[in-house]
């Protein structure tokens, strides 16, 4: 793979403000936290500070792109000097740590930062990543904190090693692009003349092509609503049927596209979600929403398979769900 250099990197920086941690000294010098790596005199654990980012599908333009590991440190009775830490990210996909060139093992990444005695300061590790293609999309990347090197004010030098719970930070997983599904609500409750209902609205956006192969939803009756469940669920595409399940349980179905329905970069695509020999009392609401994301299949623009697994895990993309009312 070719390795470019950070100046071509497109940073795209996700800022995580809902994921804050309290940094106050005592509260972590206490234990509060209980996967801090100490050596009595320098703690150390992996943050969920922003800038941090948590695990998620990162979209990789063809200048790559960037996201961020943090660490927090915590000192006791002294005041110390960090000097390095070292680090393994997953090679070659991140090809930069910290401002210097990551390596097939253990990158020693320069840290210019002291902590004050009986208080705490966060480290933040920029990871830069080499651009996604087919080879490599998708790709889990992982960054690591092994150890940290540091001094304290008498000079005496000493290594925090760091075990593998303090030190992992998030996983990312790496894709050409990511699968824009939102739900949305049906114009009105409608009895078509095949006895079926429209329960939702599935709109496919996003600005690359991709294509999905398999989507799961949920649907159910809110408090003081009431009907009949469907016993079989279509999924159509300009009025052609795409996708069936009639093997309904727990309210929820898979809708498997044989195939795959491609989405064109740059359109909005409305798929629609019908059900068999339903019905809403009036007045009520009946709710269609994503379902269970081990269902979820997609592929990127480069083909790269997105299984279900990775989805339950990286899939955080806000889809909505769609209200079907019966007034």
């Not at 943090?70 to 090679?91: C, E, N, P, Q, W």
């Not at 095949?194 to 294509?211: K, Q, Y």
């Not at 309210?251 to 695509?269: D, M, P, Q, Y």
Request: one cysteine or more; a positive charge; glycine letters at 8%.
């Amino acid at each position: 793979m070719k390795i470019v250099s950070p100046r071509s990197i497109l940073a795209v920086v996700l800022l995580i403000s809902a994921c804050k941690k309290d940094l106050q000294s005592d509260k972590i010098a206490a234990g509060a936290v209980s996967n801090l790596s100490t050596d009595g005199i320098l703690s150390a654990q992996v943050s969920i500070a922003p800038p941090v980012t948590p695990s998620s599908f990162l979209p990789n333009s063809s200048g790559g792109s960037a996201s961020f590991a943090s660490y927090d440190l915590v000192a006791g009775s002294k005041r110390v000097y960090i000097d390095y830490f070292h680090m393994t990210a997953t090679y070659p996909i991140v090809f930069g740590l910290g401002g210097v060139p990551n390596k097939d093992g253990i990158t020693a990444v320069p840290i210019n930062y002291q902590v004050f005695a009986n208080s705490a300061t966060s480290v933040p590790i920029s990871l830069l990543y080499n651009p996604v293609d087919s080879s490599t999309s998708p790709t889990i990347a992982t960054c690591r904190l092994n150890d940290v090197v540091y001094h304290t004010e008498d000079w005496t030098s000493y290594v925090l090693n760091v075990n593998k719970s303090s030190g992992t930070a998030f996983s990312m997983c790496l894709v050409n692009n990511i699968a824009h599904i939102g739900f949305k609500s049906p114009a009105a409750y409608k009895v078509q003349k095949d006895g079926s209902v429209e329960m939702a609205r599935i709109r496919l956006t996003g600005d690359t092509a991709w294509t999905l192969n398999s989507l799961p939803v949920n649907f159910y009756f809110p408090d003081f609503s009431y009907g009949t469940y469907p016993d079989k669920l279509v999924l159509k595409a300009d009025g052609q049927v795409i996708a069936i399940d009639s093997a309904l349980s727990g309210h929820s179905a898979t809708l498997r596209v044989k195939g795959g329905f491609k989405h064109i970069a740059g359109k909005i695509e409305t798929l629609r979600v019908y059900g068999y020999n339903m019905s809403v009392q009036r007045p009520g609401f009946f709710v269609t929403e994503m379902g269970d994301l081990n269902g979820l299949i997609w592929r990127d623009g480069l083909g790269g398979l997105i299984r279900g697994r990775l989805n339950a895990q990286y899939y955080k993309e806000k889809t909505g769900q769609a209200v079907l009312y019966n007034h």
